[in-house]
C-alpha cells in the first residue's frame, strides 16, 4: 500500500501554479510545494494526497466522545486521524496532530479493509474520522468508509466542515452521520483566529440538512471574550433554528487553555449553562454542554413532555426511556436521531489499538 495516491480536485493556473480546489483555501502550489494541510501535495502536474493509509494513531471510543448524542447512543466507534489541518486555529485542542509537519506522527497505518475488520473485530457500530479534519484525507476516508459500508459498519467524519462544493457532495455521499465543529458565528472570528472565512461553513451545514440523510449534530467551542457573548450566542442559536431546524442537537464545549491561545482562561461552567439555556430559548430541541461535569447538560429530554430520555454522565449512560421505535415511553413522543432498539453499554472506556501488524 503506497502512502502517496492521486487526487482530483485540482486545475493548473495559467502561471504554471496548480490550485487545490478541495477546500476554500485554494491553495496554489509550485513544483514539490505543499498546501498549509500538509497533506496535500505538488508532484509533476498533479496533486497527490501523501499520508494515504497512514494514521496518528487508532482508538476505539464511546460514540458521545465525538460528539454524537443521538447516533447510536452507547456504542464504541473505531477513532483516527492523520496530521495537518486545512485551518490555522490558534486555540487547536488536539494541535499535536493537526499542527504536525513531521511524517513520524504518522506511526499506524491501515488499509480500509484493515480498517473495517479491525471495527468488527472490536465491536465498533462506527468508525469516525477525527482528531485532525478527515476533509484534507479525502481519498483514504472515504476507501475505508466503503470498505466499512459492505462490512456493515457506518461512518462519522468530525469535521469543521471546510469543504468545496463538488468535493462536499462527494465526501458526505459516503457518511452517515457528522459532527461539524461551528468555531463561531462572526467572520471576524474566522479570519482572525482560524484563518478561515464562515460562509462556507454555513454552507456546509445547509447542504448537509437539507440535501443529505446525514446524521448532523453541531459542537461549538466557547472561548472567554471570544465568541461567549450574549448577542452571538443568540445570532448562532437562532440560525441554527431557523435555518437547520430545531432537532439538530447543538453542544457548547469548554475551552482549556492550548496551543497559541495559553493566556486565555479555561471556560467557567456556567458559561456553558448560560448558552444552553439561550438555545432552548430560541427554539432548539437538544442543547448540551461538554467538557463539564454536567449531568443535566449531558442528558436528552423529551421536547414534548420533558421527561429524561437518556440520562448521561460524562459518556456513561444512566437511564434509557426511548422504546424499541425511538420514542417516549412517558408520552410516546418521537426523538430525533438514529437509535436502535436499545442502547449500547461501552461506557467511557478509551481503548488504544494498533493495526500495523
Partial sequence: MTDTVPTDYWHILDDGRIQCDLCPRACKLREGQRGLCFVRAREGDAVVLKTYGRSSGFCVDPIEKKPLNHFLPGTPVLSFGTAGCNLACKFCQNWDMSKSRQMDTLADRASPATLAAAARRLGCRSIAFTYNDPVIFMEYALDAAEACR????????????????????????????????????????????????????????????????????????????????????????????????????????????????????????????????????????????????????????????????????????????????????????????????APGDWGARRLPVSLAS
Fill in 150 to 341: 459492505e462490512a456493515g459498519v457506518r461512518s462519522v467524519a468530525v469535521t469543521a466542515g471546510y469543504i468545496c462544493e463538488k468535493p462536499r457532495e462527494v465526501f458526505f455521499r459516503h457518511m452517515d452521520a457528522a459532527n461539524v465543529d461551528l468555531k463561531a458565528f462572526t467572520e471576524d472570528f474566522y479570519y482572525k483566529l482560524t484563518g478561515a472565512h464562515l460562509d462556507p461553513v454555513l454552507d456546509t451545514l445547509r447542504y448537509l440538512k437539507h440535501e443529505t440523510d446525514v446524521w448532523l449534530e453541531i459542537t461549538t467551542l466557547l472561548i472567554p471574550g471570544q465568541n461567549d457573548s450574549e448577542a452571538e450566542l443568540h445570532a448562532l442559536t437562532q440560525w441554527v433554528a431557523g435555518e437547520l431546524g430545531n432537532d439538530v442537537p447543538l453542544h457548547f464545549t469548554a475551552f482549556h487553555p492550548d496551543w497559541k491561545m495559553r493566556d486565555i482562561p479555561a471556560t467557567p461552567p456556567e458559561t456553558l449553562t448560560r448558552a444552553r439555556s439561550i438555545g432552548l430559548a430560541n427554539g432548539l430541541r437538544y442543547v448540551y454542554t461538554g467538557n463539564v461535569h454536567d449531568r443535566a447538560g449531558g442528558t436528552t429530554y423529551c421536547h414534548h413532555c420533558a421527561a429524561p430520555l437518556i440520562v448521561r454522565d460524562w459518556y456513561v449512560l444512566h437511564a434509557w426511556n426511548l422504546d424499541a421505535e425511538g420514542r417516549c415511553t412517558q408520552c410516546g413522543t418521537a426523538c430525533d436521531g438514529v437509535f436502535e432498539a
